[in-house]
């Protein structure tokens, strides 16, 4: 299989995102509305950064509670969060409590996302998750990485949605698998790792 091209400058895109996180920043939290993407997720990481927790964790060990400093990716689609409340791609209060959340972690860099378009899907979910993301990358806070899973066809069109996202200054790689070495790239300050895989 041919990998995607790489948008123009996501390299030189990455490395400037980098220089902007303060060195105490080396974390990826991962904030998934299903379990195939956060998966996908881990594994790459992982090979990059070593261990990553979950609650859906790939090997037993890794899972919750994770120790202090360490990568974790949640699938917000989980039984646990989806239990008598609407499934996360469809009402994103979850993933914005949980954003709101990380904005006093001082070690984070990176906030990895999924954003699923579709007819079973939030009519804007980047209309709803834009405004917190720049609120949370303010002041070299966290740099927000986001993947938007869909076509032009789909009713959120999928170049509108990356659009907003970019413009409060998201980082939208073309798959979820660079997503997850963006999000490695910048907590090891090493920009060339967008190169990686697919």
Do not use: W
Not at 7 to 26: D, F, I, K, M, Q
Not at 147 to 163: A, I
Request: glycine share 10%; net charge negative; charged share 20%.
């Amino acid at each position: 299989m041919t990998p995607p091209p790489l948008a123009g400058g996501l390299e030189e895109l990455v490395a400037a995102a980098g220089r902007g996180l303060p060195p105490r920043r080396v974390r990826v939290q991962g904030l998934f509305s299903g379990g195939t993407l956060c998966y996908e997720a881990q594994v790459i990481l992982e090979g990059h950064l070593g261990p990553v927790h979950s609650n859906e964790p790939l090997r037993k060990d890794h899972d919750l509670p994770a120790p202090e400093g360490a990568h974790v990716l949640l699938d917000l689609g989980a039984e646990e969060y989806t239990r008598g409340v609407p499934h996360p791609m469809i009402d994103l209060s979850t993933r914005l409590e949980l954003l709101r959340q990380q904005a006093g972690d001082e070690d984070l860099a990176v906030v990895l996302l999924d954003v699923v378009l579709g007819h079973g899907s939030h009519d804007d979910p980047a209309g709803q998750l834009a405004p917190l993301c720049a609120e949370l990358m303010a002041d070299g806070g966290p740099q927000v990485v986001a993947y938007v899973l869909g076509t032009e066809q789909d009713p959120q069109s999928y170049s509108r949605q990356r659009t907003v996202l970019q413009a409060v200054g998201c980082i939208v790689p073309e798959t979820n698998a660079r997503a997850a070495h963006v999000a490695a790239a910048l907590a090891l300050r090493r920009p060339e790792l967008v190169r990686t895989g697919l």
